[in-house]
């Protein structure tokens, strides 16, 4: 049982244009929610949280929306850049500070 | 502040053989954590310590894989025989909250460990 879906497991974007990343939950008790940003033979980086009590929150180029009521949530990413190039993971927790991981989309910002 | 710090990077092994893998968290991060991630698929939690007790391993292999953090600091994660399914990058991760406020996972470069 999949509670954390990334359903486009790719996305391109041309630079300068906003890239939108999209994640589903299905348990309803997921009150914390991350985005990790994942280059090759690396480790994931942390980017951006958002706790079930807001319903975005924005840092720098980067924004998180949560829908509680449809059980879903985005990343948007304006402008894209290059750099932005990588794997994104959205992952969510229900108090324990165990995540649960999405399969992952990766983004290709083209030049 | 160092990162987390994993050994080896890559690892092949013949299945039925045993392998371990290494882990140093950022110091002072009391939570550590052992990931797995499949080809294609997202990070799985394998085992959660809390200093140096076990939180959670429902999700590991019990027959076959094993995990220890010795003194809450470092931590190694066995597998112990191997089996062709095994073949991923094992993750750890460590973690601190400040303020109340859990600021999410700071992960290791990870071990891609391939079994033939």
């Known amino acids: 049982d999949q509670q954390v879906k990334q359903n486009s497991p790719s996305l391109s974007v041309q630079e300068g244009r906003i890239s939108i990343l999209n994640c589903d939950y299905t348990n309803s008790m997921f009150d914390y929610f991350l985005w990790y940003k994942k280059y090759p033979a690396e480790g994931p980086t942390f980017l951006i949280s958002i706790s079930s009590i807001k319903d975005k929150n924005e840092d720098g180029r980067f924004t998180v929306f949560l829908n509680k009521s449809a059980k879903h949530l985005s990343l948007h990413i304006v402008p894209s850049q290059p750099g932005d190039s990588a794997v994104y993971f959205c992952?969510?927790?229900?108090?324990?500070?165990?995540?649960?991981f999405g399969t992952g989309t990766r983004l290709k910002v083209l030049a | 502040e160092a990162g987390v710090a994993q050994s080896p990077r890559y690892k092949i092994i013949e299945k039925r053989q045993s392998v371990a893998f290494w882990c140093n968290p950022i110091?002072?991060?009391?939570?550590l954590y052992w990931y797995q991630q499949i080809l294609g698929q997202g990070p799985k939690l394998l085992i959660q310590?809390?200093?140096?007790?076990?939180?959670?391993d429902s999700q590991l292999p019990k027959d076959r894989f094993s995990a220890e953090r010795l003194k809450g600091v470092d931590s190694t994660l066995k597998i112990q025989p191997a089996k062709l399914e095994d073949s991923a990058v094992y993750l750890c991760?460590?973690?601190?909250?400040?303020?109340?406020?859990?600021?999410?996972?700071?992960f290791g470069s990870g071990t891609r460990l391939t079994v033939v």
């Open positions: 991760a460590s973690s601190s909250y400040r303020d109340g406020s859990n600021y999410g996972y700071t």
């Open positions: 110091s002072g991060h009391a939570t």
């Open positions: 310590f809390q200093n140096n007790g076990v939180v959670d």
């Open positions: 992952a969510a927790s229900s108090g324990t500070y165990k995540y649960i």
